[in-house]
């Protein structure tokens, strides 16, 4: 079945880095789309950053953008996020999600299973 296993969140300071990996498992990875999605308590989940098939196309929200930074080793079955300059509103529990087709999408109903999330905090 699949499977997404988010890893490398945890605690750091405000301005610090944090790379969030994303291992798959049980589909066809190098096939489809990856996003990154986040959630704070209370909130919705929001988009975060996406990435295409093949990692020729990425996508990012407009408050990440110049700080955060998807990729993809297909090689590897994993999926990326480096985050740096982080900010006390970055913090979130953050997941990885697969959709089931070649291009990405912004939307969080369009992807089709979802990892268990791992927490970033950012403290100031």
């Given at each position: 079945?699949v499977?997404?296993v ?6 750091v300071?405000v301005?610090?880095?944090?790379r ?5 498992s049980?589909?066809i990875?190098?096939?489809?789309a990856?996003?990154w999605?986040?959630?704070a308590?209370?909130?919705?989940r929001?988009f975060?950053?996406?990435i ?11 408050s990440v953008?110049?700080?955060?930074t998807?990729?993809r080793d ?5 999926v990326?996020l ?11 529990v ?5 959709r089931?087709?070649r291009a ?11 990892g268990?999330g ?7």
């Open positions: 079945q499977q997404l988010e890893s490398g969140g945890g605690l300071q301005g610090g880095s944090l969030l990996s994303c291992g798959a049980g589909f990875f190098s096939r489809y990856m996003g999605f986040r959630q308590p209370g909130k919705e929001d975060v950053a996406a295409n098939w093949s990692g020729g196309t990425t996508t990012h929200a407009d953008k110049g700080r955060f998807i990729s297909n090689a590897k079955n994993t990326y480096q985050m740096n300059s982080l900010k006390p509103e970055d913090t979130a953050y997941y990885c999600a697969v089931t087709a990405s999408s912004v939307r969080p109903r369009e992807y089709d299973y979802w268990q791992t927490q970033v905090t950012v403290s100031s």
